[in-house]
């Protein structure tokens, strides 16, 4: 059995040494020529309309010839791009909803150079690369060879040196070609291949006419059998509520449901499973204009770009790690606009994964999505007053008033029942992974969102056994202990990051600081917020006392005993033990109680 194993290798080795690169670009060191006038043969398009196979290779209709026995000849330029190292035949190409590379190259005919490195997604343009060469003296047509083909029946086809054909494809067994190779014919007779004969045409133009006979009554016959089925259809699914509809590829405006989404997601589930869940109101909220909550709405490129005014800088709200945010109206709507380029297309598919199926309202929500011109954007509700951190870290300079202490407490309890509802509330679990104050967005009442999704991990296990991942990300200054040292992912991660939060909305000062301005703070250079609360409670004085110097300077009136209660949890949350630190559920328990007992009248 080995030696059969054995002798099976070592004939597929040699096999692959004549055949394997068959179905590669024809390298430019090949010949000299920068550019040429090349051909492609496509067999069996999806359509025999020449001008369905011009629009579908950006080719003038007069390039397209069709050949003696079906398919079609399609002239184009060939070059050797800069840096490129193959001959190939560049154009742009928007991706269909549901297309992968298979069906793509499928379309083309197999003339495709397949990258699938390079994500697709619905409506975006893609840059394509055909195959095809350039030789001195003769044009090149690329074939893919087909089940029976030879190159002595394709000699007699196209009239091309056998020699020279096996030379320019490296074929050193003359009898070893397979179905779904990439040729580069030497073709001295292409109009021969795609010319007819008086002789010929007549008796093709006599059987013609019957088979054209015969194909309008089935047709006939055919259509009258579809309307009856498309007439029962539309009366069947008219009557169910929740009909899946998708916006059609041609206009890219449609509506894109959430769970039968055309991109690979991590994870598929009921909407059943989520409902049961969550309250009616946490799901249900409140719908953004006209907008359907469990869809999302695929906007065009020229839709997005005219609402942020040609993405204007006087339309900008802001600039994350992943790209801009743009203010703008969209169908009536005010709305916010993330321009991503398509390079993050994994943070892209993230945030449509859960935003687009989970609805609470304490989470931003996501109204839909476009693509155009090599950027991604994400389309959400508008948060009118900004990101928490802008609030909170200089907040004069930004042209806002100071947030009292009573709405910071309650902003501390909308982003804690949002992350606890990720956390508890869905399966499967999600950890945010970017818990911070800009990830926090304020509406128009000052109640709190949580935001940016790009980063969120999904928990195949449950909470208590996380996951492990080898590539840290996430912000400095919120990164859990474990989750650095050891690579270890629960929902305790995003309690460390809220902690750090927490004190922030205390103190007023960002997770890391070199600000040392303080003068009732005994600190020195590059220091914490963590570092610095933590301080408080080691310190022999009394803990209120010390947490009130570190008090924002800001705060004229706040709570004394709800100031060390919230010191105390964001303490608790940033514990370097993740077991001991509490979950989300009881996170908001405790804050809620500190939210009731800040609204009593003895304050400071």
Same mark, same amino acid.
């Given at each position: 059995?080995?030696?059969?194993?054995?002798?099976?290798?070592?004939?597929?080795?040699?096999?692959?040494?004549?055949?394997?690169?068959?179905?590669?670009?024809?390298?430019?060191?090949?010949?000299?020529?920068?550019?040429?006038?090349?051909?492609?043969?496509?067999?069996?398009?999806?359509?025999?309309?020449?001008?369905?196979?011009?629009?579908?290779?950006?080719?003038?209709?007069?390039?397209?010839? /069709?050949?003696?026995g079906g398919g079609f000849v399609i002239s184009i330029s060939c070059s050797c791009p800069a840096n490129h190292g193959n001959y190939t035949?560049?154009?742009?190409?928007?991706?269909?909803?549901?297309?992968?590379?298979?069906?793509?190259?499928?379309?083309?005919?197999?003339?495709?150079?397949?990258?699938?490195?390079?994500?697709?997604?619905?409506?975006?343009?893609?840059?394509?690369?055909?195959?095809? *060469?350039?030789?001195? !003296?003769?044009?090149?047509?690329?074939?893919?060879?087909?089940? !029976?083909?030879?190159?002595?029946?394709?000699?007699? /086809?196209? !009239?091309?040196?056998?020699?020279?054909?096996?030379?320019?494809?490296?074929?050193?067994?003359?009898?070893?070609?397979?179905?779904?190779?990439?040729?580069?014919?030497?073709?001295?007779?292409?109009?021969?291949?795609?010319?007819?004969?008086?002789?010929?045409?007549?008796?093709?133009?006599?059987?013609?006419?019957?088979?054209?006979?015969?194909?309008?009554?089935?047709?006939?016959?055919?259509?009258?059998?579809?309307?009856?089925?498309?007439?029962?259809?539309?009366?069947?699914?008219?009557?169910?509520?929740?009909?899946?509809?998708?916006?059609?590829?041609?206009?890219?405006?449609?509506?894109?449901?959430?769970?039968?989404?055309?991109?690979?997601?991590? @994870?598929?589930?009921?909407?059943?499973?989520?409902?049961?869940?969550?309250?009616?109101?946490?799901?249900?909220?409140?719908?953004?204009?006209?907008?359907?909550?469990? @869809?999302?709405?695929?906007?065009?490129?020229?839709?997005?770009?005219?609402?942020?005014?040609?993405?204007?800088?006087?339309? @900008?709200?802001?600039?994350?790690?992943?790209?801009?945010?743009?203010?703008?109206?969209?169908?009536?709507?005010?709305?916010?606009?993330?321009?991503?380029?398509?390079?993050?297309?994994?943070?892209?598919?993230?945030?449509?994964?859960?935003?687009?199926?989970v609805h609470h309202n304490n989470l931003i929500k996501l109204i839909g999505y476009s693509v155009g011109e090599e950027y991604l954007f994400?389309?959400?509700?508008?948060?009118?007053?900004?990101?928490?951190?802008?609030?909170?870290?200089?907040?004069?300079?930004?042209?806002?008033?100071?947030?009292?202490?009573?709405?910071?407490?309650?902003?501390?309890?909308?982003?804690?029942?949002?992350?606890?509802?990720?956390?508890?509330?869905?399966?499967?679990?999600?950890?945010?992974?970017?818990?911070?104050?800009?990830?926090?967005?304020?509406?128009?009442?000052?109640?709190?969102?949580?935001?940016?999704?790009?980063?969120?991990?999904?928990?195949?296990?449950?909470?208590?056994? *996380?996951?492990?991942?080898?590539?840290?990300?996430?912000?400095?200054?919120?990164?859990?202990?474990?989750?650095? /040292?050891?690579?270890?992912?629960?929902?305790?991660?995003?309690?460390?990051?809220? *902690?750090?939060?927490?004190?922030?909305?205390?103190?007023?000062?960002?997770?890391?600081?070199?600000?040392?301005?303080?003068?009732?703070?005994?600190?020195?250079?590059?220091?914490?917020?963590?570092?610095?609360?933590?301080?408080?409670?080691?310190?022999?004085?009394?803990?209120?006392?010390?947490?009130?110097?570190?008090?924002?300077?800001?705060?004229?009136?706040?709570?004394?005993?709800?100031?060390?209660?919230?010191?105390?949890?964001?303490?608790?949350?940033?514990?370097?033990?993740?077991?001991?630190?509490?979950?989300?559920?009881?996170?908001?328990?405790?804050?809620?109680?500190?939210?009731?007992?800040? /609204?009593?009248?003895? !304050?400071?």
């Amino acid at each position: 059995m080995g030696e059969l194993l054995m002798v099976s290798v070592f004939w597929m080795s040699l096999l692959c040494a004549f055949h394997c690169f068959h179905s590669m670009p024809m390298p430019c060191n090949i010949s000299l020529i920068d550019s040429c006038a090349a051909s492609l043969y496509l067999a069996n398009p999806q359509s025999e309309d020449s001008e369905y196979v011009a629009n579908l290779f950006h080719v003038n209709p007069t390039s397209v010839r /069709r050949a003696v026995g079906g398919g079609f000849v399609i002239s184009i330029s060939c070059s050797c791009p800069a840096n490129h190292g193959n001959y190939t035949s560049h154009m742009e190409y928007t991706v269909q909803i549901g297309d992968t590379w298979e069906i793509i190259s499928s379309r083309f005919g197999g003339l495709v150079v397949e990258t699938p490195e390079k994500m697709l997604i619905g409506l975006m343009t893609v840059g394509l690369d055909l195959f095809c *060469g350039c030789t001195d !003296g003769v044009e090149l047509l690329t074939y893919v060879v087909k089940r !029976g083909d030879t190159l002595f029946t394709l000699y007699s /086809r196209f !009239g091309a040196d056998v020699n020279k054909t096996a030379e320019l494809n490296m074929i050193k067994d003359q009898t070893l070609i397979n179905e779904g190779d990439v040729l580069f014919i030497p073709a001295s007779g292409l109009e021969h291949l795609t010319m007819l004969s008086d002789n010929e045409s007549r008796p093709r133009k006599a059987s013609q006419m019957h088979v054209h006979i015969i194909l309008a009554i089935a047709a006939a016959t055919t259509l009258v059998i579809l309307i009856i089925i498309v007439i029962f259809s539309w009366t069947y699914n008219h009557k169910r509520k929740e009909r899946v509809i998708l916006g059609a590829p041609s206009s890219g405006i449609g509506c894109l449901d959430c769970y039968r989404m055309p991109f690979p997601l991590e @994870k598929k589930k009921s909407i059943s499973t989520i409902k049961s869940h969550s309250s009616s109101e946490e799901y249900g909220g409140s719908v953004v204009g006209s907008f359907i909550s469990d @869809k999302m709405t695929i906007f065009s490129f020229s839709e997005t770009r005219d609402a942020t005014l040609n993405f204007s800088a006087s339309q @900008k709200l802001g600039q994350g790690s992943y790209g801009s945010v743009y203010h703008g109206t969209l169908r009536g709507q005010d709305v916010a606009i993330k321009q991503m380029k398509n390079t993050k297309s994994k943070e892209f598919l993230a945030e449509l994964n859960i935003l687009c199926k989970v609805h609470h309202n304490n989470l931003i929500k996501l109204i839909g999505y476009s693509v155009g011109e090599e950027y991604l954007f994400l389309v959400y509700e508008v948060a009118q007053n900004g990101s928490l951190s802008d609030h909170l870290h200089n907040p004069a300079a930004k042209g806002h008033t100071p947030l009292s202490w009573e709405t910071r407490i309650q902003i501390a309890l909308d982003a804690a029942k949002g992350l606890e509802y990720i956390h508890e509330h869905i399966k499967p679990y999600y950890v945010h992974r970017d818990v911070k104050t800009s990830n926090i967005l304020l509406d128009s009442n000052f109640r709190a969102k949580v935001a940016d999704f790009g980063l969120v991990k999904l928990l195949e296990n449950s909470p208590e056994i *996380g996951s492990t991942t080898s590539k840290i990300v996430g912000t400095f200054g919120y990164l859990a202990p474990e989750y650095v /040292r050891d690579g270890c992912v629960t929902p305790k991660t995003d309690v460390y990051a809220y *902690g750090v939060v927490l004190m922030e909305l205390i103190t007023g000062r960002p997770a890391l600081s070199n600000n040392t301005n303080t003068e009732n703070v005994p600190h020195s250079g590059h220091r914490s917020v963590v570092d610095l609360i933590l301080s408080a409670f080691a310190d022999g004085r009394d803990t209120t006392a010390r947490l009130v110097e570190c008090m924002d300077p800001a705060l004229v009136s706040f709570h004394r005993d709800s100031l060390f209660q919230m010191a105390l949890l964001s303490k608790d949350c940033v514990d370097e033990d993740w077991k001991r630190r509490p979950d989300m559920s009881k996170v908001v328990l405790r804050l809620s109680r500190i939210l009731v007992s800040s /609204r009593e009248p003895h !304050g400071l």
